[in-house]
């Protein structure tokens, strides 16, 4: 089995699905929010963004430490910085995909907040964990769409909007 090929070809269709949301952002809603305890639109597109970037950040790393500052949450305004970093992590994970070997996707890779271990799976886990949490929170974004009367382009099939996917 080739493993690398597959993450790679899910990462590159979950990059077109996620092209197709963002390409419909309505700029003027940044601050939009359906619950107080909800995530505000552009913190949720923004970070959607950003996991498009951890498959490479695993594969070249052993570990992420919240507290000691290995990743910093980006701010954007707009749309044309949503696509344009959407590009930029997508083109850096398939990159760290294509000088990947199988075997290196064997080591631990360990989630932590000043050294406590908030979970830890193998390198191949952490990028299937980290493709996960692209359409969790893509389905999260559609629903703000939704709720914002904003027209869903489809994911894995048509929509209520666009029945010819």
């Known amino acids: 089995m080739d493993t690398l090929k597959q993450l790679k070809n899910?990462?590159?269709n979950e990059y077109q699905t996620t092209k197709r949301f963002l390409a419909i952002y309505p700029d003027d809603k940044n601050d939009?929010?359906?619950h107080p305890k909800s995530m505000?639109?552009?913190h949720l597109a923004t970070h959607i963004t950003e996991v498009f970037g951890w498959p490479g950040f695993m594969l070249n790393s052993s570990e992420l430490d919240f507290a000691k500052g290995?990743?910093?949450p980006k701010h954007f305004n707009t749309k044309d910085e949503l696509l344009h970093?959407?590009?930029e992590n997508h083109k850096a994970s398939i990159e760290a995909l294509e000088k990947t070997s199988e075997e290196d996707l064997n080591p631990r890779w360990a989630l932590k907040n000043d050294g406590h271990e908030l979970a830890?799976?193998?390198k191949y886990e952490a990028i299937r964990h980290s493709l996960n949490q692209i359409s969790h929170h893509r389905a999260q974004l559609?629903?703000?769409y939704r709720l914002n009367d904003i027209e869903l382009p489809g994911s894995y099939g048509p929509t209520a909007d666009?029945?010819?996917f």
């Open 70 to 72: 290995g990743m910093t």
């Open 85 to 87: 970093v959407l590009e």
């Open 10 to 12: 899910e990462l590159n």
């Open 120 to 122: 830890s799976w193998t």
């Open 40 to 42: 505000k639109m552009m």
């Open 162 to 164: 666009n029945p010819n």
């Open 142 to 144: 559609g629903v703000y």
């Open 32 to 34: 939009y929010t359906p």
